[in-house]
């Protein structure tokens, strides 16, 4: 069983700038996609970014220019470098992974953005 710890939320200004992090407990994290997602109250979860286990990403027409995944297969550990954040950021960010045919969720890390 593969476990997915987020970490790196909090509140910040709009303008500011997170990092979260997604650390896996297994290996498999090596040979899988991560995805990030958000879930702001009352919205559907939505995909915000994707990294292969190559490295090529994919991002969501809101974050594009703001937002960079990235992911240290060393570490077992994927980011997510959130910049010039807007109100509308505001979100539970949960981390996904995808490998073997299976599906891990981490719980998730609230970022809000507010002055």
């Known amino acids: 069983q593969v476990q997915l710890v987020e970490s790196g939320g909090g509140l910040v200004q709009p303008g500011g700038s997170l990092r979260l992090s997604c650390e896996a407990s297994?290996?498999?994290?090596?040979?899988?996609?991560v995805g990030w997602y958000r879930q702001a109250p009352g919205i559907q979860r939505e995909l915000v970014a994707t990294?292969?286990?190559?490295?090529?990403?994919n991002y969501t027409d809101t974050v594009k220019g703001r937002f960079t995944v990235s992911r240290d297969n060393s570490k077992n550990t994927a980011y997510l470098q959130m910049n010039s954040l807007k109100p509308e950021d505001t979100a539970v960010y949960y981390c996904?992974?995808?490998?073997?045919?299976?599906?891990?969720w981490g719980q998730g890390t609230q970022v809000t953005v507010s002055s």
């Open positions: 996904n992974l995808r490998a073997l045919w299976l599906t891990y």
């Open positions: 297994g290996s498999i994290f090596r040979m899988g996609v």
């Open positions: 990294i292969t286990s190559g490295g090529s990403t």
